[in-house]
């Protein structure tokens, strides 16, 4: 019953903020929906074991015996860490916009309760039907997001990240129906149980079958990764997107979820394993460096930030294409990593956007002076986003950079290169816009609120903790990602 | 023989020959009660449909059968039927034609139910004509509106022409097989296989029902007479009517000329992929909502007619399911823009257009209920999980990649995906776009029926074990050859 009550309870929720008149009313729905599912999350947390790959807290209830279709929840090291990241990171959203002023308060909450049930509804489905209905559940509140309340391009951004990912989704659709039928061939019962349709995988006979199927189920992830070169949609829906909504998109991470939940355990049976790898770690790299480039050519500080978002990204594609345990948890850490990260680089844009008016890094100057609590928090996500050590992105990049290096040494160097220009662009935006010599013409600015403080200063500490001391949620990483590469053991890989 | 198994039937011609009595005695006033007693009279022929489902026998010397594809067709009708009716009694107030209106609705309806249950060409025939005069009437309701007796002129002269081509086609295999009965003409497989008259009779009857189901390329009529007609009489003809075409060609094709099976289903691959594309295109550049959810309703007959293509118990189960699915979507979509032109011309007797989109500004405010249920219906006809639409594509789609016919399921999904651009399109006038009106009461009967279509799509979406077995069932008894 915990997992369905931390996936329905924001959708409950949604439909009773929906119906609240005031926005107080809203907020703290809102607030006590994401609260309690936090302290679900938690409790889930401390009974969880793990030093065990297997799935916990299963949940089982047939729904349509005649196609196979349950409804089937569970977790395991690979879900509980994205579980705990937006179970944390909700709250605090909520709290970061307590005193906005905006159009239409009740459905703003509302659909980011839908969100958040949706997101944790993929990462607990262990159904296929039910992980694609959450999935293309998490497109429809993020669509409105874009389109209600975003920038000034918020009509095209949004139906463009609509159609971008809902063909990759009906692509994987189509995935999901190959390794369903064929399985459906060689076990004569229909069945779409993840654990099954993935054991199952290895026993399709025809090897061009097999790569299709891996193929379009990892076009529907990567796209909504983002990756190189399928990313278009993100940095327009990230930078048209309010900022509550940009946090969403962050604390989407259901693309590298698929990745690891679904591709890897696959991959080893595909027909041309080699091929593939190959395929994930250049797109990676790739990513990495181009995701850089472009930051660094960036005017607008929130594009900047979508941008690195992109580079970070490739790491996670990278890590889990270098297949050994220390890249693929360190790329099943960098999700949880770049999801507080980026949390904060989105709020302060926000801010800053919101106080003066603008957010061409050109136009900003001396900042700290005028908001120095933001100055801080801005810093440390700054230092943590570049790779600084002793901050959460430090140890997920260099896992991920250190353990590929086994398989995939010419990635490797490519992506290394990113790195000093990813240095470049975060400490450049930072000086430019934060520091030196305030300019006048931005007006009297006033510093972040007692709300968006304890929001931004809490995600802040958590970056700080899990620098030092990841363990928490690298163990449990590390256990799946141990049991994923045993898998792969005499496969030839 | 057991007059009972015609049960339903018999309820709906007690109840239509009732309402056209009582309305001649009652004043123009009270005439609100005939829709009342309609459809109670559709609710129960309902039940009684519903409680026979599982019967097979055959009746009336063998020239009619109930069987679970029949009744399962039966429950698409008077489900139609009685958001129709439901929805009418709004509509009809203050008319004084209401008992003409029901009468024919009744009447059309039946006709549908007994081409669903006809095992004889000929009594297929009858009561597609039955069923097609009651509907070119209804379209023309509105004397006044010359658009609505435009859309009843095409109507009618398109569908006695099909009707011709459909009784020359009929005819050919009578004089091949010397039989009208459909199982007859089955055994007589060889001969129509044998003979240049076979293929002479698949055209015509392909060509004949490809009129009502609304085939590209015999699709012409459609988006005049569903924009022009009444809209709930649009509602009738695209969710009742159409399915009418669909079982008589499911009947026709599947169990009476299966000799022929690798011609006709060359002949539907081809018609299922123009009819979608075309439909789906069409409806994209649309400004009056009728006209988009005629070229929406071409669409959907084009992922139904996969189903022929396909010929698996899985693929017309998930097409049977399909026709459900649609009832529900198609009326519930159609019944709320009936809503809507109502509230436009009761606000403005001489409104042009009165289903323009941008009578849909805001409609959010305006009409929460009737704006939630088109969302509702819209997301369903694109295929959004968890309502009818998606179940339905779900079986639908993924039977056509079990057996093998992968690319036609890659266009169908194509078509899906362009599809969401204009239902999504409604949903953002209705609920992005500021509106110049102010919040205006919704009519009662029309919520009614808009809450009963969302429960039956949502029903279909969250629950459909129960769907999905009979009309498998109902897809059994086609690959079966009838019973």
Redesign the interface.
């Known amino acids: 019953m915990l997992l369905s009550m931390i996936v329905l309870i924001p959708l409950i929720f949604a439909v009773l903020t929906l119906l609240t008149k005031t926005r107080e009313q809203a907020r703290v729905m809102a607030l006590i929906a994401t609260v309690s599912v936090l302290l679900l999350t938690v409790y889930t947390y401390f009974n969880f074991d793990s030093t065990t790959a297997a799935t916990q807290f299963e949940e089982f209830y047939s729904w349509v015996p005649s196609l196979g279709i349950s409804y089937h929840l569970g977790i395991d090291g690979i879900s509980l860490p994205l579980i705990l990241l937006n179970a944390i990171v909700m709250p605090m959203l909520i709290l970061f916009t307590w005193n906005d002023d905006r159009k239409a308060p009740n459905r703003f909450y509302s659909l980011i309760l839908i969100t958040q049930g949706a997101v944790l509804g993929v990462f607990c489905a262990l159904d296929f039907f039910l992980f694609y209905v959450f999935w293309e559940l998490t497109l429809i509140p993020l669509f409105f997001m874009v389109s209600i309340w975003g920038g000034p391009k918020k009509h095209y951004a949004s139906i463009k990240f609509f159609i971008y990912t809902h063909v990759a989704s009906l692509v994987m659709l189509l995935g999901i129906f190959g390794l369903y039928f064929a399985a459906w061939e060689t076990t004569g019962t229909p069945s779409l149980s993840i654990p099954h349709l993935l054991a199952q995988f290895q026993f399709i006979e025809s090897g061009i079958t097999r790569d299709l199927i891996f193929l379009a189920l990892l076009f529907g992830f990567i796209v909504k990764l983002p990756v190189f070169p399928f990313h278009s949609w993100l940095p327009d829906a990230y930078t048209e997107a309010p900022t509550a909504g940009s946090v969403l998109f962050v604390l989407l991470k259901i693309g590298g979820y698929g990745i690891f939940k679904i591709m890897l355990p696959m991959l080893p049976f595909t027909a041309s394993p080699n091929l593939m790898i190959t395929i994930m770690g250049a797109l990676g790299a790739v990513s990495i460096l181009y995701g850089a480039f472009l930051a660094l050519a960036q005017k607008d500080l929130k594009r900047m930030v979508a941008y690195s978002s992109l580079s970070h990204m490739g790491y996670v594609t990278l890590g889990a294409a270098g297949l050994v345990s220390l890249s693929v948890s360190g790329a099943m850490f960098q999700q949880f990593s770049h999801g507080l990260i980026m949390s904060i680089m989105f709020m302060s844009c926000g801010v800053i956007n919101k106080a003066t008016g603008t957010r061409i890094i050109n136009e900003l100057g001396g900042l700290a002076q005028r908001m120095p609590k933001l100055a801080v928090i801005m810093v440390l996500a700054f230092m943590a986003s570049l790779g600084l050590p002793g901050l959460t992105g430090f140890i997920a990049e260099f896992s991920v950079l250190a353990g590929s290096f086994v398989n995939l040494q010419g990635y490797v160097v490519i992506a290394l290169m990113a790195i000093v220009i990813t240095a470049a662009y975060h400490l450049w935006a930072l000086q430019r816009a934060m520091f030196g010599v305030y300019k006048e013409k931005l007006g009297n600015v006033v510093d972040i609120n007692g709300y968006q403080t304890l929001a931004m200063g809490v995600i802040a500490i958590l970056i700080l903790y899990f620098g030092l001391n990841p363990s928490p949620v690298l163990d449990m990483m590390l256990t799946n990602s141990e049991h994923i590469i045993g898998l792969m053991a005499g496969m030839g890989v | 023989m057991d007059l009972m198994l015609f049960a339903p039937e018999i309820t709906m011609v007690v109840t239509g020959l009732a309402v056209l009595l009582i309305g001649l005695f009652l004043p123009v006033e009270s005439k609100k009660v005939l829709g009342y007693l309609a459809s109670l009279g559709i609710i129960a022929a309902l039940y009684l449909t519903i409680a026979s489902l599982g019967t097979n026998a055959l009746a009336f010397y063998d020239t009619l059968s109930v069987d679970a594809l029949s009744q399962f067709f039966k429950i698409v009708f008077l489900v139609v039927a009685l958001l129709f009716s439901i929805a009418s009694i709004k509509y009809t107030e203050g008319s004084a034609h209401v008992e003409e209106f029901y009468v024919l609705a009744i009447f059309a309806t039946i006709g549908m139910m007994f081409v669903a249950s006809a095992n004889d060409l000929m009594v297929l025939f009858v009561a597609f004509e039955l069923a097609s005069i009651s509907t070119y009437v209804l379209a023309g309701f509105e004397k006044k509106n010359p658009q609505s007796l435009e859309a009843a002129m095409k109507y009618f002269l398109i569908g006695s022409l099909s009707g011709a081509l459909m009784l020359f086609g009929i005819t050919f295999l009578y004089g091949v097989t010397g039989t009208t009965s459909i199982p007859g003409i089955a055994a007589s497989g060889a001969a129509i296989a044998a003979s240049p008259i076979g293929i002479i009779s698949v055209v015509l009857l392909i060509a004949g029902m490809g009129f009502k189901i609304a085939l590209v390329p015999f699709h012409m009529w459609a988006p005049d007479t569903y924009q022009g007609a009444p809209p709930l009489v649009s509602a009738l003809l695209a969710a009742g009517s159409k399915k009418m075409g669909i079982v008589a060609a499911f009947k026709v094709f599947i169990v009476a000329l299966i000799a022929l099976q690798v011609q006709w289903q060359i002949a539907f691959a081809v018609l299922a992929v123009i009819t979608m594309t075309l439909g789906n295109v069409a409806a994209l550049s649309q400004t009056s909502v009728k006209r988009m959810l005629a070229y929406s309703s071409l669409a959907q007959a084009g992922y139904i007619t996969m189903a022929f293509v396909v010929l698996t118990p899985m693929a017309l189960g998930g097409g049977i399911l399909y026709a459900l699915s649609h009832g529900f979507m198609k009326a519930g979509a159609f019944i709320a823009t009936a809503a809507v032109v109502y509230m436009v011309l009761s606000g403005n007797k001489d409104a042009k257009d009165p289903d323009h989109i941008d009578n849909f500004k805001g409609l959010g405010q305006r009409m929460p209920v009737t704006a939630l249920s088109m969302t509702i219906f819209v997301f369903a006809l694109a295929g ?3 309502t009818a639409g998606y179940m339905s594509k ?2 639908l ?2 039977s056509t ?2 057996a093998g016919f ?1 690319w036609l ?2 266009i169908a ?2 078509n ?2 362009i599809s ?2 204009y239902y ?1 399109k409604i949903v ?1 006038y209705m ?2 776009l500021p509106t110049e009106g102010t919040k205006v009461s919704e009519p009662l009967p029309y919520t009614i029926a808009l809450v009963v279509a969302v429960i039956g799509v949502l029903a279909i979406g969250f629950w ?2 129960p769907f ?2 009979w009309a ?1 069932e109902a897809g059994k008894v086609l690959l079966a050859g009838g019973i």
Do not use: G
């Open positions: 959004i999980p968890l779900f079986v789609f993924s990649i079990q992968a399921a890659v999904i194509i899906s995906a969401l651009f999504a953002k609920y992005f459909p074990e999905i077995y498998m």
